[in-house]
């Protein structure tokens, strides 16, 4: 799914809910909590939800093309992480809320939505906006530029993402004849 496809889908109503742990594992039940989870667009609630197929619902392979590389997965289980701190979360305020209230909470997370919400925080820029002002995508973090640089004795991340970091950082290595070098400067412009 492309990025731009995602603010729209947003508002779009979800079928399809996959019971978690309190069916399988009822030693694992919250009383007053009733946790589930969603996969967006299953029309069997019994259906899988593979950190793979959140990914790629989400927008994940577009993510990394736009940063320079191929469409493809994050090499972890990303979604099944980030929906489990989500759903998480969203037990503990509805503990909370047991807690002051005396009342019990359904907590539901959209695994999609969640996702989509995790990258859309950076990623959904100027795209969210209807109409759209400009390309889904925060530049700094998807320029091919970003990333590991190889060293002699491991790896390093340089970001400097200002003239002023550029500077600091060729004084610090002693390269002050190239401070002011265009080439060099907010990488390149």
Known sequence: MQLERVPALAGQPRRGTRPLAHERLPDLQVPGVLERRELL????ADAPAFDDIIQAASGVPDVLRRAGGTSGLVPTLLADKVCGLVLTYSIIAALFHRERTGEGQHVEVPMTD???????????SAAISRPPRGPAGYQRILTPLRGALRTADGWIAVQPHSDANWTALLRAAGFDDLVGDPRLTRRGR
Do not use: D, I, P, T
């Open 41 to 44: 667009g299953q029309r069997r």
């Open 114 to 124: 969640a996702m989509r919400a995790f990258l859309l925080v950076e990623h959904g």
